[in-house]
């Protein structure tokens, strides 16, 4: 398969095609296109200064916002990393394509239910976002995380990994497309190392309501407030660099987290606590400083945003909508996320938001609140709520998670922001039970929801017998012989939904190319390709030495 032709653009572009680079980066060039940098975070609420939280110091994001936009109403698709950031790259629902249980690739057969084997093998249209970026001259780059529920193609980014995952390997003011990965935040380092005390008074903090008010809850609490802070540092750093090597006011920055927080009844929960994340956009001299929105934003939506930033047209496929740049989608009134089995444990719930209320429908009533999970009972936090609920110690808020569930919930978030108050049988809010309940319908409906599908038939549907499908080796074709010192050539692939790349560099650590369409090479290189389909395993590389035609 072969995305659209660009064509070279005057001699620049042809100097950048004797480099190997696509000539089309001359056409993005002359256009003066933005750089486009992401600072994502990993589990990670709205705890930051900026955001009113004046239990953190985070003076670096803080000062970003004052620079840029913050949106209020962002929130994930998920509130656990795989199934967003699947949707994240995508722009799709993980629920629409296969992505949404928690992980889909486990190799260590203890840890994955029994007879599920596989990666997310989405419809053959859908690709990274990021090819489009490349198709159209962008150097995209990614440090360190990927967690797609898919081996990251490696058509998806020019570099991927901590040696190269910033914007220095591109060519001269080639624009680019960086991601880089703050996992100091990650639920993980709450409890590693375990000795280390807070730097935050862990008596200063304030609890949420439904956690148990002990020392062990509040240390947890405050060494997290720490990684807020450490993280804050790390991207002032970088901020930093944009602004040393010149680039700062031809880039557009986003700061964003995966999901909420990572304690209980946040991540891996869709509650506000899981899914809604700090999202703050700088944009120097189209966004003015100081801005605040409220519009209602899915993390699907970044995606296809980045690419109308870019001028990059978004592809009709995806379900994520531009929320910036001139193909600026209406805005959403509503958003939809969803919760499913969360490594072990099996689960269904679902979830349309608005700006002032939240529905959730809660589809396995066999499974508590409390799920047992084996990673989430590592974090000192869950063990102590575990062992005040067996000794009946808890009051109040703090019962909620381990009641008995229920099928229905609804929230007046504004009025009720920790969601203790479950509207869902008042007499007085049917009315918009009721709507909520058809929205999620209408929504699980028209994306076609794989939720409810059994896994073990959906893993099939994927790879049958637990092996992936192979996609095809590519064809090469010189077009027309040589002349001038020079092969033009073309690259197939039989295999539906493929995308191709090549390189003319040796060795394990080359530069491999998006191929979107013919080629002109000096007929003394040595040509190498391969193709893949997101979820097939990787074609054999084939090669071709145009010194011998």
Request: proline residues 8%; aromatic residues 10%; negative net charge.
């Amino acid at each position: 398969m072969t995305l659209e032709r660009r064509e070279f653009m005057g001699t620049m572009g042809a100097g950048l095609a004797s480099m190997g680079l696509p000539g089309c980066v001359a056409e993005q060039i002359a256009k003066k296109r933005p750089n486009i940098l992401w600072l994502s975070a990993e589990d990670l609420s709205p705890d930051l200064g900026c955001y009113g939280y004046d239990e953190v110091r985070t003076p670096n994001i803080d000062r970003l916002a004052a620079e840029g936009m913050r949106f209020t109403n962002a929130y994930t698709v998920a509130g656990v990393c795989a199934p967003s950031r699947s949707g994240i790259i995508t722009g799709m629902y993980p629920s629409t394509i296969g992505s949404m249980h928690m992980r889909t690739i486990v190799k260590n057969p203890a840890n994955r239910p029994p007879g599920v084997f596989y990666e997310c093998v989405p419809p053959p249209e859908v690709k990274c976002f990021t090819e489009f970026l490349r198709a159209a001259g962008y150097y995209c780059t990614n440090n360190v995380k990927t967690d797609y529920q898919f081996s990251p193609p490696i058509t998806a980014w020019d570099r991927n990994g901590r040696k190269h995952g910033d914007w220095k390997g591109r060519a001269e003011d080639q624009p680019f497309f960086s991601v880089i990965n703050h996992t100091i935040t990650h639920e993980s380092k709450i409890r590693t190392p375990i000795e280390k005390d807070p730097i935050i008074d862990p008596n200063s903090v304030t609890l949420p309501p439904y956690y148990p008010d002990t020392p062990i809850v509040r240390r947890d609490w405050a060494r997290n407030l720490d990684n807020i802070e450490t993280m804050d540092g790390q991207v002032g750093k970088l901020l930093d660099e944009l602004e040393q090597d010149g680039l700062a006011e031809n880039t557009v920055v986003f700061f964003w987290g995966d999901h909420g927080r990572g304690f209980p009844r946040a991540k891996q929960w869709i509650y506000e606590a899981g899914i809604l994340a700090p999202l703050i956009i700088r944009w120097p001299g189209v966004i003015e400083p100081g801005m605040v929105n409220d519009d209602m934003i899915n993390f699907i939506d970044l995606g296809p945003t980045v690419l109308s930033i870019a001028d990059v047209e978004v592809p009709p496929y995806m379900q994520g909508q531009p929320f910036l740049g001139d193909q600026k989608a209406k805005p959403r009134e509503r958003i939809f996320a969803i919760s499913d089995r969360m490594d072990e444990t099996y689960d269904t719930i679902r979830t349309v938001r608005d700006k002032q209320y939240q529905y959730i429908r809660n589809f396995r009533l066999d499974v508590p609140y409390s799920k047992h999970i084996e990673y989430s009972d590592m974090l000192p936090t869950m063990q102590e709520w575990r062992r005040l609920h067996a000794e009946g110690r808890l009051k109040g808020p703090q019962k909620l998670f381990f009641e008995p569930r229920v099928p229905e919930e609804l929230y007046d978030v504004t009025a009720d922001p920790h969601q203790i108050n479950n509207l869902a049988d008042k007499p007085e809010h049917q009315d918009t039970l009721k709507k909520m309940r058809k929205q999620l319908d209408d929504w699980m409906e028209e994306t076609g929801d794989l939720g409810l599908v059994p896994e073990k038939e959906l893993s099939e549907r994927m790879w049958p017998g637990g092996v992936p499908l192979n996609t095809a080796a590519p064809g090469v074709q010189p077009k027309g012989g040589t002349f001038n010192g020079a092969t033009n050539v073309t690259i197939t692939c039989s295999t539906e939904g493929a995308s191709i790349a090549y390189t003319t560099e040796g060795g394990n650590d080359a530069h491999w190319l998006l191929y979107t369409g013919e080629l002109k090479l000096d007929s003394r290189v040595r040509l190498r390709t391969k193709a893949i389909r997101i979820g097939y395993a990787e074609s054999p590389e084939v090669q071709a030495d145009f010194s011998i035609l």
